[in-house]
Nanobody, 125 residues
């Protein structure tokens, strides 16, 4: 059973940078697809970024392209989301997700098996 714990959220100002971390326990991240999603109040959870198990293939949603980068360190069982040039519309709870046994980049909620508890990111203008 994989357990995911996110950290790094906070209250930011527009234009700031922030890095979220997701540490996995109870298993290895090898051969595991990882992703970041976010959910704003009153909205559905949406895909932000995904990475394959090797870390050499990634995808990000259009609204964060050029600003957000997903990466991972399998030796540390950790995935990251680097967020630059934050905007107020990035305000949401950010969730880390994992799908063991899948090596590709996954982009939908239902493709992931495990979820973290979420970390709040608030961006003021």
């Amino acid at each position: 059973q994989v357990q995911l714990v996110e950290s790094g959220g906070g209250l930011m100002q527009a234009g700031d940078s922030l890095r979220l971390s997701c540490i996995a326990s109870g298993g290895t991240l090898s051969y595991t697809a990882m992703g970041w999603f976010r959910q704003a109040p009153g909205k559905e959870r949406e895909f932000v970024a995904g990475i394959n198990w090797r870390g050499d293939s990634t995808r990000v949603t259009d609204s964060v392209k050029g600003r957000f980068t997903i990466s991972r360190d399998n030796a540390k069982n950790t995935a990251y989301l680097q967020m630059n040039n934050l905007k107020p519309e990035d305000t949401a709870v950010y969730y880390c997700a994992a799908r063991p046994g899948n090596v590709a980049v996954l982009t939908t909620v239902r493709e992931y098996s495990y979820w973290g508890q979420g970390t709040q990111v608030t961006v003021s203008s």
